[in-house]
């Protein structure tokens, strides 16, 4: 399997329930519906140099698209949908 041009393919990470800084509880449902998702980078693209695999990146979910390889649901997201690099 080979990823090509500037894509990348991510697991998405399940949400988990948080405590935000102001000390509001996010539950694990209104975190899963949050535009920016955080996901784990499987593979990157052939001409992706900002992440690499093993890294942590927060995404737009609204981006990108859902492929099943072996089973196994992914994500294909282009390398300007990543926000942040954890």
Known sequence: ????????LV???VAKETTAAS???NTATAVENMRYQEA????PGSDVD??????????????????TIDNVTYRVI??????VVL
Do not use: N, P
């Open 1 to 8: 399997m080979k990823v090509l041009s500037k894509y990348i």
């Open 11 to 13: 697991t998405e990470i």
């Open 23 to 25: 000390g509001l509880f």
């Open 40 to 43: 784990l980078v499987v593979m």
């Open 50 to 67: 900002s992440v690499k695999v093993g890294e942590t990146v927060v995404y737009d979910r609204a981006q990108g698209h859902h492929v």
């Open 78 to 83: 282009l390398e300007r949908d990543v926000a």
